[in-house]
């Protein structure tokens, strides 16, 4: 058998990422050296169509029948130099990718040397490798023609939209009692100045009336199990305390009710009844009972209060079983809380609000009614000042985050306008480190408001803030940093920019679905550009602000795109997952049960007429942690068999490396 | 029970002294899911550090086999790091638990060797921890430089 092998290194330059760095001809030279191998070529971008079609040939004309390709990372480009190998007509499994870019050329820049040694070392691993890989043909699993869709927001209705009209089954499943997420809250958005509403609840409409979407809100995801194209979802239906078929939506409980408590939709600003509903247009329009604050005083129960009978004081929380094949996480953000940040005193002066509880004074359905009005005298400022970047664009631990939260700059302008244009006398007051006025139309929108509207905007962070003790002003103190004077005015309102952060729930939304966060809390993409929508996990994308800080464009744009992307998973009907399962060897296997207890998947049986365990390649997953547990390695992975992972260990230690 | 006799000596047995600024070489077994991806991740944000490190990819941390790590010291390597997803993420749901329980036994068992418990570690590294692994590598490399060459490293010792 080892007088046949074949194997063919082909090496990559990709561009100068790698030969920029690493002797490419010495690295060929050392290619050749290695046992079995038969062919070396390198070549500019062996991912292009010239490279794909080199390794294509040598295949076709029988010089190889192992393949290693030298280049980027196999997370990276695997799938394609073996879609490549499958075109020939051989086996894609006897295919080993040796990463020389990521971990070598990229990662020691300047110890030119050492770059070249981790390369050779990682081509004798993967060629050792390779000479001990065996074909394997891919499992085909059936997808189920349904989506999950974890979150209501604007981006999670976009995407349960596009796939329902593609007759695609979607379940919506939001955590409060409404769907229309943030931009619920929102008066009107930039640059266009469309109200929000007037663009938002028409499609929340649609979502609630759609044929092909279930609608559950006020509900939670509480498990998934399986894998891509059949996952097993459990969603918690949270206790409403209100019958959904009876009741009419008439709002006579809310009137009744005796109890009040602050209204989260409007942060605070207004109070709302323990039955409620967040706010007038809410979809679906059925009461909520919240149990944290209802005192159980049965006047909304009473026959003359809700005729129709819809108050169950006993209602539980209920769990629905559903057989889903894709799901798309679009469950958005939190507001950064700025009470950290002292000096902008947030909890201790009245009027230093946020830029949501700004939002929802300018709304017409908000607390004042569009007309807004600073919380220490109910009175219409006359002078605001912004103040841009809190929690975000901050190094300083504990201060915010890093990242720039994308949407603040225009938030703030469009405020400032739309409060010029209610009072055009009143003084505004704009401090900012840059104006990143970046998207279609935003550049134009920000110069208006310069130019047209009068508002001031001042370079620089602010120092500190300070109340007048007399007329509850604010008193900014701070730096021009483009006149390079100190500056000191007074506003009567003071609103804080506040950054998007990941929610505070995204830990274990991550561990429930198994996919990656990235270093600022959001959920990490499979590649940054080119599978933007994507997750490691295959069948499970994500869209909108749960991915990165965005605007209303870019989070729809991502909910189509990662409607699109499940859409072509469940069009197909079926998709390949590779075959990497456990095997048990029952000439050897002892029955001692350990693997059993080991396997998260339960895809392990005890046949008890054999005596052997056994494994269900369905339900495994390929992880090998039974491999590793069995006692008399009578279990094997496949593509990651005992011989096959051991030459490599050899084959680096012994001949190449150590120095 | 008593505690097996091990050649105490095993460490310091030199033929050839190495040289001040030898590196040590580090054989590396990762997870595919976070910890392969996080050393992805600090080359794209092209992260510099020491050439020493070679990387054997397997699908969890939970198919580390203690022999591998033995083996490799055997062969040759001055250290060995296995590294997983953090406690809660990994993609086979529990594979690092598994790993986390096995690797003491280890520890105690290369002590009874002769062998410095701390050539083998194990990591958890995320997929966006590159930074992490960097200095990881930077730290760890500067460790075993105190300590010297692997007991088996053919190019020093005996």
Redesign the interface.
């Known amino acids: 058998m080892e007088d046949d092998l074949k194997i063919g290194v082909y090496l990559c330059h990709c561009g100068v990422n790698i030969a920029g760095v690493i002797d490419m001809d010495e690295l060929e030279e050392f290619s050749k050296t290695l046992a079995n191998v038969s062919v070396v070529k390198q070549y500019k971008f062996m991912c292009s169509d010239t490279g794909q079609s080199m390794i294509k040939d040598d295949i076709k004309a029988g010089l190889v029948n192992r393949v290693v390709v030298a280049a980027c990372s196999p997370r990276m480009h695997e799938p394609t130099f073996r879609r490549a190998i499958e075109g020939a007509g051989m086996n894609k499994f006897l295919f080993s990718q040796a990463n020389i870019r990521e971990h070598s050329s990229w990662i020691s820049m300047n110890d030119k040397q050492g770059a070249s040694r981790i390369a050779k070392d990682h081509i004798r691993m993967e060629v050792a490798k390779v000479s001990k890989l065996e074909p394997l043909e891919p499992q085909k699993v059936k997808v189920t023609p349904s989506c999950l869709v974890i979150g209501g927001g604007i981006t999670g209705i976009n995407a349960a939209l596009d796939l329902a009209e593609q007759n695609f089954h979607v379940y919506l499943v939001e955590t409060t009692p409404t769907i229309g997420g943030h931009m619920a809250q929102l008066d009107k958005t930039f640059p266009t100045m469309d109200c929000s509403a007037c663009i938002l609840t028409p499609k929340m409409v649609d979502v609630n009336q759609h044929k092909n979407i279930t609608l559950m809100v006020y509900s939670e995801v509480d498990s998934i199990e399986g894998y891509v194209g059949n996952f097993k979802v459990t969603v918690r239906q949270k206790a409403r305390y209100v019958d959904t078929i009876k009741c009419t939506g008439c709002g006579e409980c809310a009137i009744k009710c005796p109890v009040s408590v602050p209204n989260e939709f409007d942060l605070g600003l207004s109070v709302r009844k323990a039955a409620y509903l967040p706010f007038p247009q809410a979809v679906p329009g059925y009461y909520t009972i919240d149990m944290d604050h209802c005192i159980l005083c049965g006047i909304c129960a009473d026959p003359s209060v809700c005729e129709p009978d819809a108050i169950r004081y006993d209602d539980k929380d209920k769990l629905v079983e559903l057989d889903i094949g894709t799901i798309i996480v679009s469950t958005g953000y939190d507001p950064f809380d700025p009470t950290p940040l002292k000096e902008y005193g947030f909890d201790k002066y009245d009027n230093v609000i946020t830029a949501m509880q700004m939002e929802r004074l300018l709304s017409s359905y908000g607390p004042t009614l569009g007309k807004p009005v600073r919380p220490s005298d109910l009175e219409a400022p006359h002078s605001i000042a912004f103040i841009q970047c809190v929690g975000s664009r901050d190094f300083h631990p504990g201060r915010g985050h890093k990242y720039c939260s994308r949407v603040c700059c225009m938030y703030a302008i469009k405020q400032a306008r739309q409060y010029k244009e209610k009072h055009p006398e009143a003084k505004i007051y704009i401090f900012y480190m840059d104006v990143r006025a970046f998207g279609k139309g935003y550049e134009e929108f920000y110069e208006i408001a310069a130019r047209e509207y009068g508002i001031t905007f001042i370079r620089g962070r602010l120092a500190e803030v300070y109340e007048d003790p007399i007329d509850k002003g604010i008193w900014l103190r701070g730096e021009d940093t483009l006149l390079q004077t100190p500056v000191e005015i007074k506003a009567d309102l003071v609103v804080l920019s506040v950054g998007l952060e990941a929610r505070k729930d995204a830990d274990q939304v991550a561990s429930l679905l198994s996919i990656q966060k990235t270093e600022d809390g959001f959920f990490m993409e499979a590649h940054p550009k080119l599978r933007p929508v994507d997750t490691l996990t295959d069948g499970i994308f994500i869209a909108g602000v749960a991915q990165g800080p965005k605007d209303i464009p870019d989070a729809v744009a991502q909910a189509k795109g990662a409607a699109s992307s499940a859409a072509v998973l469940m069009a197909k009907g079926e998709v390949e997952i590779e075959p990497y399962y456990s095997i048990v060897d029952a000439d050897h296997c002892t029955g001692c049960h350990s693997c059993i207890s080991q396997c998260p998947f339960g895809a392990i049986t005890f046949n008890k007429f054999k005596g052997v365990s056994e494994i269900n390649p369905a339900k495994c997953k390929g992880c090998g942690t039974c491999v590793a547990t069995c006692p008399v390695g009578a279990i094997s992975q496949n593509h990651f068999k005992e011989e096959q992972l051991d030459i490599i260990i050899r084959s680096v230690l012994k001949e190449g490396g150590v120095y | 029970m008593a505690k097996a006799k091990a050649d105490k000596n095993i460490e310091t047995k030199y033929e050839l002294a190495p040289p001040k600024e030898w590196?040590p070489?580090i054989?590396g077994i990762f997870c595919?899911?976070?910890s392969?991806?996080g050393?992805?991740q600090?080359?794209?944000s092209?992260?510099?550090?020491?050439?020493?490190?070679?990387?054997?990819?397997?699908?969890?941390s939970?198919?580390?086999?203690a022999h591998?790590i033995l083996?490799?010291l055997k062969?040759?390597?001055?250290a060995v790091l296995v590294c997983g997803c953090h406690i809660?993420?990994?993609?086979?749901?529990?594979?690092n638990f598994?790993t986390v329980r096995?690797m003491p036994l280890l520890f105690k068992m290369i002590e009874q060797f002769g062998v410095n418990p701390k050539r083998i570690r194990f990591e958890f590294i995320?997929?966006?921890?590159g930074a992490e692994l960097?200095e990881l590598i930077k730290e760890y490399s500067e460790e075993i430089r105190k300590i010297g060459p692997g007991p088996f490293?053919?190019?020093f010792k005996k």
């Not at chain 2, 092209?46 to 969890?60: D, K, T």
């Not at chain 2, 939970?62 to 086999?65: A, D, F, L, N």
């Open positions: 590196t070489f054989f595919n899911w976070c392969f991806a050393a992805d600090a080359g794209t092209r992260m510099q550090r020491p050439a020493n490190l070679r990387i054997m990819r397997v699908m969890c939970g198919r580390v086999e591998w083996e490799a062969e040759g390597a001055d809660g993420d990994c993609h086979y749901v529990e594979g598994k096995r995320s997929a966006s921890e960097t490293n053919k190019y």
